[in-house]
T-cell receptor, first 113, second 115 residues
Framework: DAGVIQSPRHEVTEMGQEVTLRCKPISGHDYLFWYRQTMMRGLELLIYFNNNVPIDDSGMPEDRFSAKMPNASFSTLKIQPSEPRDSAVYFC???????????FGSGTRLTVV | GESVGLHLPTLSVQEGDNSIINCAYSNSASDYFIWYKQESGKGPQFIIDIRSNMDKRQGQRVTVLLNKTVKHLSLQIAATQPGDSAVYFCAENPYSGAGSYQLTFGKGTKLSVIP
């Protein structure tokens, strides 16, 4: 298995632009999580899905952030419009139930200038 | 990667010595705990987990100890190697009902191994 696959690996965009981050979870995993990591706040849970259904989005900072999971093998996190304070590393992770923790992707490093 | 906080606790250990990384968790209802290792530029990697009905679990060169009385978790790494240099996070699952599953991560501890 190739693990959790995220794209792009790096993204640099101008303030006000739309940004879309992508994630392919491990096949068979029924949970998918989006986290944001910054120096000041560490790892923050943004949203998670179970069987493609959003369960808890209370960590989404504001309406500029949205996430979808149209099928079991794909999820997107969108920021529109982006702001410099959105600059962070965004991780996607997946899990099969609560069996053995999450498997994280390599992350997308987002820089908004 | 940006995994190091401005005031991240740092532990420096001589190669070959044992390392002990500590973590205080917040929720007495948490029933599942995990240690993750994050190397620079990579995502966190699962090391070992433990459930609340246990107080010790061993893996290869690693041991996790859980003290529910004082809400404390520790990770012991035997014979620390240069490849163990990374940031280590503890995570807890604050159980809140059937089907609920989300991990809350600590701020992390940076382990530096001195050759």
């Amino acid at each position: 298995d190739a693990g959790v696959i995220q794209s792009p690996r790096h993204e640099v965009t101008e303030m006000g632009q739309e940004v879309t981050l992508r994630c392919k979870p491990i096949s068979g995993h029924d949970y998918l999580f989006w986290y944001r990591q910054t120096m000041m706040r560490g790892l923050e849970l943004l949203i998670y899905f179970n069987n493609n259904v959003p369960i808890d989005d209370s960590g989404m900072p504001e309406d500029r952030f949205s996430a979808k999971m149209p099928n079991a093998s794909f999820s997107t996190l969108k920021i529109q419009p982006s702001e410099p304070r959105d600059s962070a590393v965004y991780f996607c992770a997946s899990s099969f139930r609560a069996a053995a923790g999450y498997t994280f992707g390599s992350g997308t490093r987002l820089t908004v200038v | 990667g940006e995994s190091v906080g401005l005031h991240l606790p740092t532990l420096s250990v001589q190669e070959g010595d044992n390392s002990i990384i500590n973590c205080a968790y917040s929720n007495s209802a948490s029933d599942y705990f995990i240690w993750y290792k994050q190397e620079s530029g990579k995502g966190p990697q699962f090391i070992i987990d433990i459930r609340s009905n246990m107080d010790k679990r061993q893996g290869q060169r690693v041991t996790v100890l859980l003290n529910k009385t004082v809400k404390h978790l520790s990770l012991q790494i035997a014979a620390t190697q240069p490849g163990d240099s990374a940031v280590y996070f503890c995570a807890e699952n604050p159980y809140s009902g059937a089907g609920s599953y989300q991990l809350t991560f600590g701020k992390g501890t940076k382990l530096s191994v001195i050759p």
